[in-house]
Each structure stands twice: as structure tokens, then as C-alpha cells.
């Protein structure tokens, strides 16, 4: 017993941290992972058994990008947390996390104009910051121009935030996520090349970030800074959201996001200017991190020995792992042996099927 207590202090990534109320004992969080999965967005009885298998006593998971309402979603089967019927398939599954000793945010998201006609309400078109759409064909899907947000329909959409939040909570989560990345509508708002308004809501910096930080406010609002996050990209490019000034962008961020005393701020890696490859870069995430005041986690493409460092150097407190936490749901336990990975299988990543590629990776066979 004490070889393996000092097997994991020599591990950075297995020592306990506390993120305001919750006492985590490792630093390896289950990163917000679509799966396609919850058919018409409502989640699915196979989720239980997908999270319960990635959840450790003291450790901290984030649900996938879950729609906070009928306009939110961008991809067909993705959960939503609008209605008393998608509350009510979250419980058990939230129940789940926490029978294991677990804590589970719910990542709450509107993807904007990375959507069609087919996936809004009377095959309208998406909302957006503009009326500039993702080139059809991006990501080998077939998007629709989106129409832009006149003002006076924001604060709508700020409240649908809000509301998802509650519900989040009704349902049991632990806190929400509110998901300012990846190309979706927050970023919509943030990104200079996408946002190309005049009105108090585009041009300068500070109108850009009007809309995510009235999304902040509101939701700390109605339940407390001590149960929000936010996930920032900067530096991604996804879905064609592209910012001139990226450092800027996220240091501003990072520094706004203090006034609300929010729980953490995730941040996506600047080598992942696309989801799925590391690119290399001189940029880094450290002025982030020093500017905001919370719990820190740093995601994007991690292994073992990177994730490692980057706790044991104080650039991140926490580390958060998508494909390696997919593929293997024992991940803790396989970094603390350093045991061999499962490799994942990305043809399985967006399939409906309730079992292959999500529940059926293989468990360490532990003598």
C-alpha cells in the first residue's frame, strides 16, 4: 500500500486538488465528448454505463455538448437539456457518476451556425452572429447560411443559457460548463472573421466578448459562480472560426471571466488549430493561466508524460483528455501503472450504435 501511495505522488497527474467544493483525487478530467448518440436529443439509458465506466471516486468528468434549446443543436442525436423529458433521461445517468463518487459538470452549448435547416425548428435558418455560413462541405457536412441575431433577440438567447443551467441542476449535475469553443455560437461572437457586426456586439474586442460574458453573468446568476466553467479556443480555427489576434482574444477573456469568479476555465491547446491533429506553435496557453484566477485546465491532445508535466511545471491544474479517456475507460489506473493504451477508433466516434465504440473498449485485466 504505501509503494503504490508513492507510485502516484511520483505521478503528478494522480495527486488530489481541490476545485473550490469538490475534492478531486486525481487531475485527469473526462473532456466534453459529442458521441451522437442520444437519439432525438433526448439521452440515452446507454449513457449510464458510458459514464459510470469513466468515473473514479474524487474524479471530475464533463458531459458532452448538450443543446440548450430547440435552435442549439448542430449534429443530428445530440443530448438536450431544454425540455422536462431530457431532465428527467439525465438523472439516472448523473445518478450514476455520483453512486461512484464522481462529480459531473454538463457542458451546456448552442453550435449557432454550424447547423442546417433539416436540425432547426420548422427548417428555419441557424442563428448566428452574421449571415456568414461555414463553406458547405467543412468537415464533410452540408451547412445552411444562417441568418443573424437582431438585438433585441439576444437577451433570448442568453436566457436559454440560464434556463439550461438551471435544468442542468435540476437534473443533478454538479455544475454546468458553458461552452465558448470550437466554432460554436459564443465563438461566433468572439471571432473577428466571423463576427462582422456594427452594433454593440461587434467591432472591438469588448463587443465581440459582450455576448459570452452576458452568457457568464446570467448563468452565475441563477446558480452561483461556485458551479460554472467555460471552455475557450483562441487559437482554434473550427468550423472556420478564426481570430486575428488570438492572445488577445484569450487574455481578455481570461481577465473578463475573473470579474465573475467562476469555478474554472478550460482552454484548448493553440497546436490544436484543428480538433484532430496537433499542429505545431510557438504559442502556448501560460498567459492565460496567469491572468486567470480559478482552476486552470488545459486541454488538447495530451499523452501521459505531457499531461504530467504540465501539472508538475503549474501550467494547468488540471488536464483534460477526450480520445485517450474514449478509448480507455480506465485511464487513471493505466497512467498510474503506465500501462499499455487501448488505441481509439475514430470510424466509431459518431455512430448511433449504443454499444460499439463506446461502451465495449476493454477494462486493464488485473491479476
Same mark, same amino acid.
Given at each position: 500500500? +504505501? ?5 502516484t ?19 485527469? /478530467? ?12 433526448i ?15 474524487g474524479?471530475?468528468?464533463?458531459? +458532452? ?8 443543436? $448542430? ?11 431530457? /431532465? ?13 463518487? =464522481? ?19 420548422? =427548417? ?35 436566457n ?16 454546468? +460548463?458553458?461552452h $465558448? ?18 452594433? +454593440?456586439?461587434?467591432?472591438s474586442?469588448?463587443n ?7 452568457? /457568464? ?6 446558480i ?26 484569450g487574455l481578455y ?26 499542429s505545431?506553435?510557438q ?9 486567470f484566477? $480559478? ?40 497512467f ?13 466516434f ?18
Amino acid at each position: 500500500m +504505501e509503494a503504490a501511495a508513492a507510485t502516484t505522488i511520483n505521478i503528478p497527474l494522480l495527486t488530489a486538488y481541490k476545485m473550490g467544493q469538490f475534492n478531486l483525487s486525481h487531475r485527469m /478530467v473526462l473532456a466534453p465528448l459529442t458521441r451522437i448518440r442520444s437519439y432525438n436529443h433526448i439521452p440515452q439509458p446507454h449513457a449510464i454505463l458510458y459514464y459510470s465506466q469513466r468515473t473514479t471516486k474524487g474524479g471530475f468528468l464533463i458531459a +458532452e455538448a448538450t443543446g440548450v434549446s430547440n435552435t442549439a443543436q $448542430g449534429y443530428p442525436n445530440t443530448p438536450g437539456i431544454w425540455t422536462k423529458e431530457q /431532465v428527467e433521461a439525465w438523472k439516472p445517468i448523473v445518478d450514476a457518476v455520483h453512486q461512484k463518487g =464522481g462529480i459531473i459538470f454538463c457542458q451546456i452549448w448552442h453550435a449557432g451556425r454550424v447547423s442546417n435547416y433539416g436540425l432547426q425548428p420548422n =427548417g428555419e435558418a441557424p442563428i448566428s452572429s452574421t449571415s456568414k455560413g461555414v463553406t458547405p462541405g467543412v468537415d464533410g457536412l452540408d451547412w445552411s447560411p444562417p441568418r443573424p441575431l437582431i438585438i433585441e433577440e439576444i437577451p433570448k438567447i442568453v436566457n436559454d443559457f440560464r434556463l439550461a443551467a438551471r435544468n442542468a441542476i435540476e437534473a443533478g449535475f454538479d455544475g454546468v +460548463e458553458i461552452h $465558448g469553443a470550437n466554432g460554436y455560437l459564443i465563438d461566433q461572437f468572439m471571432k473577428d472573421q466571423v463576427n462582422d457586426r456594427t452594433d +454593440e456586439y461587434g467591432g472591438s474586442l469588448e463587443n465581440r466578448c459582450r455576448f459570452a460574458l452576458e452568457v /457568464v453573468e446570467a448563468v452565475v446568476s441563477e446558480i452561483g459562480a461556485e458551479r460554472v466553467g467555460m471552455r475557450l479556443s483562441p487559437y482554434a480555427e473550427c468550423a472556420e472560426a478564426v481570430d486575428s489576434n488570438p492572445e488577445a482574444l484569450g487574455l481578455y477573456m481570461a481577465k473578463a471571466l475573473n470579474k465573475f469568479k467562476i469555478l474554472y476555465l478550460h482552454v484548448i491547446e493553440p497546436r490544436m488549430i484543428q480538433l484532430t491533429d496537433k499542429s505545431e506553435t510557438q504559442h502556448s496557453l501560460l498567459s492565460m493561466r496567469r491572468a486567470f484566477e $480559478g482552476t486552470f485546465i488545459a486541454a488538447g491532445g495530451y499523452n501521459r508524460d505531457e499531461g504530467n508535466k504540465a501539472v508538475a511545471a503549474n501550467y494547468a491544474d488540471l488536464v483534460a483528455f477526450g480520445r485517450l479517456f474514449l478509448a480507455n475507460p480506465d485511464l487513471p489506473k493505466r497512467f498510474e501503472l503506465n500501462a499499455a493504451l487501448n488505441k481509439y477508433n475514430r470510424s466509431t466516434f459518431y455512430i448511433p450504435d449504443p454499444v460499439v465504440g463506446y461502451t465495449d473498449y476493454p477494462f486493464l485485466k488485473l491479476a
